[in-house]
């Protein structure tokens, strides 16, 4: 075999191998992005078991949509902060839904459980302020540029219209069993371009995806948990 001959099989498996990798690496992506909506489904069913959801099912039925992060976890042992992964979706006046787009969290330190290794979070869009932080860029801080407060449980949801007023986002975690609205100031969420590429197959923005229906066979789980969890709103 001549030079010439050797340089093209060589280019030629470069290629290949350049190729090989970019189809994993985006298989893995679709693979990542497809167990975050089924670990979404599996954490709002687990919310929606509990006696007190019901006060989160009342701010959701009420909202504008929810930012679902099925797997915080902690980011440093000295450190406290967290990071995970998550997507949105948005409510339509009729019940149906739109999306998703996926999102990223990092930041200030949940407070974990003595023992926790990870939480699941749920944020509730409220108002058209939290809808513009979740399309108007790529990335926020809770706090700083949303008003965000921990989500009130249980039947008595008049705390909930009380600081609908006041509060853009209500927050809601589920860590060892438990239950219960968290504070998550400081925390930043930021848009997940690669992870929207991969569901939607091609680039695609948070406004653009989230209205988009959320009708894929991929989301039917994920709506379905919603929607039953939607009918435990006491109104």
């Known amino acids: 075999m001549d030079k010439k001959s050797r340089y093209g099989v060589l280019l030629f498996i470069l290629t290949a191998a350049i190729m090989l990798s970019a ?38 039925k009420s909202g504008k949509g929810v930012a679902i992060f099925p797997a915080v976890t902690k980011a440093g042992l000295v450190v406290g902060g967290q990071v995970g992964e998550g997507l949105v979706l948005l409510r339509n006046p009729n019940g149906t839904w739109r999306g998703p787009s996926f999102m990223g969290l990092s930041g200030a330190s949940v407070g974990f459980q003595i023992g926790a290794q990870s939480v699941g979070l749920v944020l509730v869009i409220t108002n058209e302020e939290g809808l513009r932080a979740f399309t108007g860029g790529n990335s926020f801080k809770l706090g700083a540029d949303v008003a965000i407060a921990a989500g009130p449980v249980g039947r008595d949801t008049s705390a909930a219209t009380d600081g609908r007023a006041k509060a853009s986002i209500y927050s809601y975690s589920m ?35 989230l209205k988009k229906p959320a009708s894929d066979k991929r989301m039917k789980k ?14």
Request: net charge neutral; no cysteine.
């Open 23 to 60: 189809g994993l690496a985006a298989s893995a992506e679709e693979k990542a992005h497809e167990r975050r909506i089924r670990l979404s489904a599996e954490l709002l069913q687990k919310m929606a078991a509990e006696d007190d959801s019901a006060g989160m099912a009342d701010v959701i």
């Open 222 to 235: 994920l709506v379905d948990s919603l929607n039953a969890l939607v009918k435990k709103a006491p109104r």
């Open 175 to 209: 860590s060892k069993g438990l239950f219960a609205g968290i504070s998550l100031e400081g925390t930043v969420l930021n848009q997940n371009r690669d992870a929207n590429r991969a569901y939607w197959g091609r680039d695609m923005s948070a406004a653009a995806a």
